[in-house]
């Protein structure tokens, strides 16, 4: 039986000890006219052979053309020893640290990751995972909403720039809660939050979602921006891209103003710290904050103490936030996370160092500007916004993004992300992107299949 | 053990994994400095053999199925096939971008549907959603669709939802974020629903229950049509958490209980892996009334066979989306692996011999002077096991007994839930272990029960094997620690 290692000797022991004769007599409790029919629209089972020959098959389905595409989830290199280690049977196959003593390679490893994500935003701490990025950043909103006690208001300015699905998703959880989201338009021409156009008395507002870089790429005003938050009383929210860290201003040092300096809650996508596209899941949500208001973060929150002997040790922390704990009054209803996620991220991270992490986001930005050079050489081909940006960029084609991207497909090529339906205001736009994977000749290979394409 | 140091610890300036990254660099042109970085992050420099030295020498330090017996309740802690792991991770799937063309995608998407189609057939729902990304998150989009069909007729007088009181957390946290005020209903002295309290609490403000089935309490709640009934009768919805969905697989739908909406645990029942805390699945099967509501996007088939994703335009009344992308795919992959490993007869064995397995425990148990909490019932997948005598006299917790297990080379019970039962131990063997093992871990139980009987001392002092003895969790929570900091 497959995965069940009872022989008959065992079985019938076993009934014995029970006090029935059958199986079937355990169920007796069950009303019987509720008892199903036979599972018949189940296929019979299939041995390891003959499932491993179905699901190399369906792998072959999908086709992988050259990715220019990013939107939220980019191909990084992933170094060996990171899948090697972090499938071990000891990290793959635990639950939840709930008992410490059996548990301290995964709480010491999520210690290390909260120092890593906290190190890689500037920030004071940060929690051991939500579920993606997008639902990080409504639990951002949600956790905002509790912290910042001054506003009444529950009023959320939120950028356009903002990538549309995560917008989606905080609709979908926040919209019972009272809260609103004000759309906040992007400049024309930078393709950012113009800190100009915000309004000078806002009124209450909860806080201020910035995100960097914004979903086109560009890089906002941080600064300006969360001076403008914090001068009006809101909390700010970084949404920010893992890998541009290594690189581009961390959000704990957004703001030029001494008093209240950074970002109060920062939060974002995790895969490119080491995890597999995937088809989109599992990827890792990150969030990180100030230490004072820490007691209002959701998710799973790892902190070092002693043992009887004294001995340094780590336990989860923090419980009294949390749904088994709080029910009704808890800061989230998150109980399972992405700890196997996290797991990877933190070999990931540490295997590159501070040095790998900085040649990976130089490259990906040194790519990015030679793709976006090499594709404006085609007529009719041009790049939207002129701020600065990173590894991403916005390029305006002279006909629909979606037909272009459907000819490339056929020349094995994935040119990067339509938005028309999204953005219909930037015309015929094309989102694209060159990771550190994309060499110079898949740059030219794009390059010439989009010549043809608009030729 | 020895202590193993953080990794910032074996940390030396300067040191660079020249393997992963020798040849990539380039020029931030374009980037002001007013927008760089000024000081790179305090990321450990080590070579890459330290990282996979520290990294394995602290799994080591890890319980885990693959290394003990891990019989924790609700958790459903069963072997996972190594199968679903190396096939879910062909190129052909971890390659794939998100935004992939539905015609590169069919490979995966034909895995979801056929995904879909079997957790239709086990739950006996109308359809199936498989975004979800864990129970809790189930849990969310289950309640959300209640509202949005109470708001959809226009019904706004529904402002409550009934969770009895043996609940996981999960289901009165989630009602919350639904923007519903929680009523707890208790549960009688046999460990099913109190049906005269349900019957008191219904009403015009009633959206809907959240039941679990077998309940919390391992035991199966046997008056599941009459509260369906009477929650039905008073207008309201009902919602079956599927965590213990194991103890019943093809045994019960809930389709056939009259739910509406049902979630399952896919890395509980369809044993994709826990790994330290998640990720997890939580697909939602919904009633044809909700139907309408459900979240996107879902796997659907044109005319012409091939699939495709569902999204708003196919169903404008959906809840919307609940992840940047369409959920945790590769977990789903796992569990649809182990489906097809498994088959129709693999999973009624799967409630068979898990069903088997507890009751095989408490008896064995029972018979070594174990008290269980509700003795006159048969055990689910699960059962519960209350130390209260214990505690009493000789004065040992459930919290003692979990940390001794720990020397004994088992993984603890899930202690202390469900909350109404004193000092308790919920115990689920799963149907992967084998009587030996069973044996072996009542045998451990029985030495614990004998040594807390000569000196308390001995379990209060627990555990003594492991890297660490008995951790402060006051003292983390009054002296928060959260990071390493570099010295100044
Ligand atoms: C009965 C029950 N309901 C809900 C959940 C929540 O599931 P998850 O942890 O996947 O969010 C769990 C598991 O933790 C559970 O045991």
Redesign the pocket.
Known sequence: MPFIPHTEDDTRAMLATCGVDSIEDLFDEIPPELRADALDGIPAGRDELAVSRLLHARAAENAQPLCFSGAGAYEHHIPAAVWEITTRGEYYSAYTPYQAEASQGTLQLLYEFQTMMAELTAMEVANASLYDGATALAEAVLMAVRANRKSKARRIFMPRTVHPRYRDVMQTIVRHQGITLELLDYNSAGGHIDPASLPAEPGDITALVIPQPNFFGVLEDADALTDWAHTHGALVIGVVNPTAMAVITPPGEWGVLDENRGADIVCGEGQPLGIPLASGGPYFGFMCCKQKIVRQMPGRIIGATVDLEGKRGYVLTLQAREQHIRRSKATSN???NQGLMTTAATIYMTVMGPTGLERVARQCHANTRALVQRLGETDGVETLFDRPGFHERVLRLPRPAGEVLAELAERSILGGVDLAADYPELGHALLVCATETRSEADIDAYAKALAEVLG | MSNEPLIFEHSRPGRVNRAQSAHLGGNLDGIPESLRRKQPPRLPEVSELDAVRHYTRLSQKNFSIDTHFYPLG??TMKYNPRACNTLASLPGFLGQHPLSAERDSQGILACLWDLQEMLKEVTGMTAVSLTPM????G?FAGVAMIRAYHDARGDNARTEILVPDAA?G??PATATMCGYKVREIPTDTHGDIDIEALMAAVGPQTAGIML?NPS?LGVFERRIHEIARIVHEAGGLLYY?G??LNAILGKVKPGDMDFDVIHM?L?KTFSTPHGGGGP?A?PVGVSERLQPFMPIPVVGRDDSGAFRWLDERDLPQTIGRLSAHMGNTGILLRAYIYALMLGREGMVRIADYATLNANYLMARLRDAGFDMALPERRATHEFILTLKHQAREPGVTAMDFAKRLLDYGFHAPTTYFPLIIPECLLIEPTETESKQTLDAFVEAMAAIQAEAEKDIETLKGAPYSLPVRRLDDVKAARKLDLRWQAEA
């Open positions: 998150i109980c399972t | 609700s958790c864990a129970g809790a998150q849990e996981h999960t289901n679990t919390t958490d965590a213990n645990n890395h997890g939580g």
